[in-house]
């Protein structure tokens, strides 16, 4: 019996589960496709592990496009072949956090700002905050995709892309920096991405810059480094 080929929906949902899988092997990740008129998705769960945002900067490189709402239409744009997939229309991620990790997450919270009210206005963002600055999900050794070339100790262990993004207030050009792997020293990140030129910003979820930092980031590639 001739062995059932997957469709490019599976075969993108397979893909996506061997390189999450691999990059956090103690998560347990579910990972689904569905085809539809006209089109296909892969949907990604699981609980607590890595934010949605990390998980997101790995996941969108296999959805092949992008829905405009301004003239209701998917614009193409493809992916990489080397992902080894055809990728899929829609890429979605749904994280669970689980209420010990939350209440963990809230007890640090409270610990760092004070004693906080739930019903404030900024208390979600905050508790991101915390996430992000204390419990950061580290990805497995060795397989840990690393900053090719030579920057600065900070710089050169991390994990990042660099997006080419719009000002909402004035649709002026920006680049926004967005950290993947585990940060130890924040407060140092900081520091050395403000002295050039980025600042970091809560709405984008990444440091903002002008012009193109790759080349003051020392690294213009990303190899990943197999065991």
Request: charged share 30%; hydrophobic share 30%; with cysteine.
């Amino acid at each position: 019996m001739a062995k059932r080929q997957l469709t490019g929906a599976a075969l993108t949902a397979k893909k996506i589960k061997e390189r999450l899988t691999t990059l956090y092997p103690r998560v347990k990740f579910s990972v689904t496709s569905d085809t539809f008129s006209m089109g296909n998705s892969v949907d990604i769960r699981w609980t607590d592990g890595p934010t949605s945002d990390a998980v997101n900067a790995i996941t969108k490189q296999y959805q092949y496009g992008n829905f405009d709402g301004m003239t209701d239409s998917y614009d193409y744009t493809g992916i990489d072949p080397d992902l080894g997939c055809d990728g899929a229309k829609y890429v979605h991620c749904h994280r669970r956090t689980s209420s010990e990790y939350r209440a963990m997450i809230a007890a640090k919270a409270d610990e760092h700002y004070g004693a906080l009210n739930p019903d404030d206005h900024g208390y979600q963002r905050k508790l991101a905050d915390i996430e992000k600055m204390f419990f950061a999900y580290p990805q497995a050794e060795p397989k840990q995709a690393v900053i090719a070339g030579q920057g600065s100790s900070t710089f050169s262990d991390l994990d990042y892309e660099v997006i080419k993004d719009v000002d909402t207030r004035d649709q002026s050009e920006l680049y926004v920096v967005k950290i993947i792997t585990r940060v130890k020293d924040f407060s140092t990140l900081r520091q050395e991405m403000k002295s050039i030129g980025g600042y970091y910003s809560r709405f984008k979820h990444g440091f903002i810059f002008r012009e193109d930092p790759t080349e003051m980031l020392k690294g213009d590639r990303r190899e990943e480094v197999s065991a």
